[in-house]
Every structure is written in structure tokens, then in C-alpha cells.
């Protein structure tokens, strides 16, 4: 079941509905609370309504989780980014591109 409220979360937050998103990717922590990709598409939710601090704290328990998951490292940065923290966030963008070198999302220090 966790799997599916993931799956719709990443639905509506495809769509912009991204409190929606959220409330379903809780659901789904209820379920599977250890579930670090969740973690994150919470965590991408939380940053597209503008919540940057909560979408620090899960993508911070998404790394404690799996400190080698490249995706929780960018989205933490381009949130840290935004915060203004950018010594932080060069850190989180460098090491999302050394655990995933050939992901060209991971280049140009989340620019793009």
C-alpha cells in the first residue's frame, strides 16, 4: 500500500498539487516510515508549495537513511540554495555528483 500512495503522490505532484503530494507521501510513511525515496518525493513536494525548512528535515532523514542516495543530496541542496546557505549547498550538489557521476542532472552544481 505505501507503494501506491507513493505512486499517487508522485502523481499529483506531477500535476502541482503538491499539498496533496505531500499528504500522500505521509500516508505512505505511516506505512513504510524507513522508505528513504519517499522521504525525498515528500521532500520535492514540501519544496514545490515553497516549504523549504520541512523539505530540509526529510531529505536530512532520507541521507541518514542512505547516506549514498544521490537524489536526496541535490534536492537538499537546491533547497539550501534557496535558503541562501550556498557553501552548503555547493557540499550537497559536489556529492550528489561523485555518488552518481553520470547523472547530468547532478552537473553544473544544480543550475539546471
Known sequence: MGYVLNN???SY?????????AED?????????????????RGRAFVGAGDHTRALADFDAAIALNPRQANAYH??????????????????FEMAHQLD????????????
Not at 13 to 21: E, I, S
Not at 77 to 85: M, N, Q, Y
Open 8 to 10: 499517487r503522490g508522485n
Open 13 to 21: 505532484r506531477a500535476l502541482g498539487d503538491f499539498n496533496r503530494a
Open 25 to 41: 507521501y505521509t500516508a505512505a510513511l505511516l506505512i513504510e516510515p524507513q522508505n528513504a525515496n519517499t522521504l525525498v518525493n
Open 75 to 92: 534536492y537538499r541542496g537546491r533547497s539550501l540554495r534557496a535558503l541562501g546557505e550556498i557553501d552548503r549547498a555547493l557540499a550537497d
Open 101 to 112: 557521476p553520470e547523472n547530468p542532472d547532478y552537473d553544473g552544481f544544480g543550475l539546471s
